[in-house]
């Protein structure tokens, strides 16, 4: 049973910065791309970040120059920084793992996914 883990989340003002992380436990690590999604309330779920085994990064356009996604593959662990966060940014983030093909962006591509942690930024 694979078991992703999200820390790092909470409440911080605007311009501020969190890092959240992802632990994943289970099985391999390798050859998965992690993602990050995040979800506000009444709003769908929406692609934030991307990393592939290879390391290769993508973002959405909303994020792209203030959020950096990595990922620590002898740790199994999948990082995303925020940096000059935004009220907009508010929602509960999920990392998510997935060995399928297709674009990062799809949460289809997706086969296990944690649990949440809530970003809050206050203006």
């Known amino acids: 049973q694979v078991q992703l883990v999200e820390s790092g989340g909470g409440l911080v003002q605007t311009g501020g910065s969190l890092r959240l992380s992802c632990a994943v436990s289970?099985?391999?690590?390798?050859?998965?791309?992690m993602g990050w999604f995040r979800q506000a309330p009444e709003k769908e779920r929406e692609f934030v970040a991307a990393?592939?085994?290879?390391?290769?990064?993508y973002y959405a356009d909303s994020v792209k120059g203030r959020f950096t996604i990595s990922r620590d593959n002898a740790k199994n662990t999948v990082y995303l920084q925020m940096n000059s966060l935004k009220p907009e940014d508010t929602a509960v983030y999920y990392c998510?793992?997935?060995?399928?093909?297709?674009?990062?962006?799809?949460?289809?591509?997706?086969?296990?996914w944690g649990q949440g942690t809530q970003v809050t930024v206050s203006s």
């Open positions: 998510a793992a997935g060995g399928g093909v297709g674009s990062v962006g799809l949460s289809t591509r997706y086969d296990y």
């Open positions: 990393i592939k085994w290879s390391g290769t990064p």
């Open positions: 289970g099985r391999t690590f390798r050859g998965y791309t």
